[in-house]
């Protein structure tokens, strides 16, 4: 989509900006449910599911044009941060 203006490429990236949000939370209570199914730590990290979810976003990345380098850099934090979050849960179970 051409914008006219900077003020509707700006709407046009809060709007993309509210969704990937939304996506993000939703995504976060499948973590956490997830960690009720998990019995160990090593579970919780599960360094061969990192690693495979890593390759379909590079791949993804690439078939919709965006860089996999910075697609892959987001998810590797977002990973992280998850991890840590479901081995708190984990932890208090």
Known sequence: M???SLEEVRANI???DD?????LAERTGY???????????EGVKAPAR???V???VRTKAQAY????DMAEALYRE???RFINMEMDEFNKN
């Open 31 to 41: 973590v956490m449910q997830a960690s009720s199914f998990k019995k160990s730590e």
């Open 54 to 56: 890593i390759q379909k």
């Open 65 to 68: 044009g965006a860089d996999p």
């Open 19 to 23: 969704e990937i949000i939304r996506l």
């Open 14 to 16: 809060d709007r993309i």
């Open 2 to 4: 051409k914008c006219e």
């Open 50 to 52: 990192v690693e495979a």
């Open 78 to 80: 977002m990973i992280t």
